[in-house]
């Protein structure tokens, strides 16, 4: 059985940094795509970052392009989101998920991802 296990989510100030960690059992993650997706109060669930089964793409939303960073330890079986020069908008709920597809490049869609984690809650105030 597929389980996803997000941590490190946290308060903090805005322009800090912060890494996500999404430890993975199950599956390897490196057979897997995965994906970092993120939901604000009174807002729907976003697309945040993917990574393909392969490690060779990475897929990220505009919003986030050269301050977020997703990477996988395949040794350790987790995935990770560092994030740096945080905003408040960048307050939500984070969701890892993973995609048993072996396609070319990350998803994107919340619909094609098959297994989710319970959510870390990262807070950026100003």
């Known amino acids: 059985q597929v389980q996803l296990v997000e941590s490190g989510g946290t308060l903090v100030q805005t322009g800090g940094s912060l890494r996500l960690s999404c430890a993975a059992s199950?599956?390897?993650?490196?057979?897997?795509?995965m994906g970092w997706f993120r939901q604000a109060p009174g807002k729907e669930r976003e697309f945040v970052a993917a990574v393909s089964w392969s490690g060779a793409s990475t897929l990220y939303t505009d919003s986030v392009k050269g301050r977020f960073a997703i990477s996988r330890d395949i040794a350790k079986n987790t995935v990770y989101l560092q994030m740096s020069s945080l905003k408040p908008e960048d307050t939500a709920v984070y969701y890892c998920?993973?995609?048993?597809?072996?396609?070319?490049?990350?998803?994107?869609?919340?619909?094609?991802?098959?297994?989710w984690g319970q959510g870390t809650q990262v807070t950026v105030s100003s």
């Open positions: 199950g599956h390897t993650v490196s057979a897997y795509g």
């Open positions: 998920a993973a995609d048993k597809r072996r396609t070319f490049l990350p998803a994107r869609g919340q619909n094609e991802y098959d297994y």
